[in-house]
Nanobody, 125 residues
Framework: QVQLVESGGGLVQAGGSLRLSCAASGGTFSSYAMGWFRQVPGKEREIVAAISLSGGSTYYADSVKGRFTISRDNAKNTVYLQMNSLKPEDTAVYYC??????????????????WGQGTQVTVSS
């Protein structure tokens, strides 16, 4: 059983930056691909970015390409989401998630098995 705890959310002005962290425990972190998702009330949760076991492959939603960067430190059991040039439409609760998927091509669509509790990101205009 993997436990995930997000941190780093907050209030930022448009154009600003935030770095989200997700610390994992209770499992072998390097055995899990990781993803960041976000959800706005009344809308479906959407995947923002994902990263493979080793960190060699990544996926980004079109809406964040060029602005967000996902990375992982397997020695620290942590995955990060660096968010730059933030826009009001990035406002959401951000969740990290883990999957045992060992490939690279389907990071966007595979089921994620473990989820954190979420962290609020609010971007003011």
């Amino acid at each position: 059983q993997v436990q995930l705890v997000e941190s780093g959310g907050g209030l930022v002005q448009a154009g600003g930056s935030l770095r989200l962290s997700c610390a994992a425990s209770g499992g072998t972190f390097s055995s899990y691909a990781m993803g960041w998702f976000r959800q706005v009330p009344g809308k479906e949760r959407e995947i923002v970015a994902a990263i493979s076991l080793s960190g060699g492959s990544t996926y980004y939603a079109d809406s964040v390409k060029g602005r967000f960067t996902i990375s992982r430190d397997n020695a620290k059991n942590t995955v990060y989401l660096q968010m730059n040039s933030l826009k009001p439409e990035d406002t959401a609760v951000y969740y990290c998630a883990a999957t045992k998927y060992a490939g690279t091509a389907r990071l966007r669509v595979v089921p994620y098995d473990y989820w954190g509790q979420g962290t609020q990101v609010t971007v003011s205009s």
